[in-house]
């Protein structure tokens, strides 16, 4: 049977850390991510080498953007909308929001070390992100990778995003997937999406 987290009996943060930390590679697909968030998972990506094998690959939806994009996504083929120049301004734009996080508040020391740290982890390649653009993606996914043949994959599918709040504070409602079958189905899922030609790299 699969366990429940929603942040309120259980919450999804610790699960995910304490999987993480029996991992090699993970796969997250989320809405939003949070970038001072990254210091819940700071500690445990810094041994990892970076290489395909050992790394973290974010893959964040469109979530974010401006009314009149969405009023054509919402009336349109996503192959007929989406195009280079419309993949480049929707590139930027995530930029700037990631830009804006920054300077909302004043960061704390752990919130500036853990931001440091992402850095560091992105120019390593330890983390890599893409920007989904095909289509409005909403979906919520954490996959993490083991050398254990008896469990060599475990998932996290619901509602959290990559934020605080998201993994431990507001509701959420979250299962974890132990199946073989379906965690390799997830994957391939993952997989598809990340090498889709509307999928950009945007980790530098």
Not at 40 to 56: H, L
Not at 86 to 112: S, V, Y
Not at 178 to 198: M, S
Request: proline share 3%.
């Amino acid at each position: 049977m699969p366990r429940i987290f929603d942040n309120i009996a259980t919450p999804l943060l610790s699960a995910l850390v304490d999987t993480l930390k029996v991992s090699h590679r993970a796969d997250f697909c989320v809405g939003y991510f949070n970038l001072r968030g990254w210091k819940n998972f700071a500690p445990i990506i810094a041994p990892w080498s970076g290489t395909d094998d050992e790394c973290v690959r974010v893959l964040v939806g469109m979530q974010k953007l401006p009314e009149d994009i969405l009023r054509d996504l919402a009336f349109a083929d996503a192959e007929d909308v989406m195009d280079q120049s419309r993949a480049i301004r929707l590139k930027t734009q995530l930029a700037r929001d990631f830009r804006n996080q920054l300077t909302i508040g004043a960061p704390t020391n752990a919130d500036e070390v853990a931001l440091r740290q992402l850095a560091e982890h992105l120019r390593s390649r330890r983390v890599r992100v893409k920007l989904f653009l095909r289509h409005l993606l909403h979906a919520k996914l954490y996959l993490t990778f083991r050398h254990d043949q008896g469990i060599p994959r475990t998932g996290f599918v619901g509602s959290s995003n990559l934020t605080v709040s998201g993994l431990s504070k507001q509701g959420e409602l979250n299962v974890d997937v132990l199946d073989h079958d379906a965690t390799h189905k997830l994957a391939g899922w993952f997989n598809d999406r990340w090498a889709d030609r509307w999928c950009l790299d945007i980790s530098d």
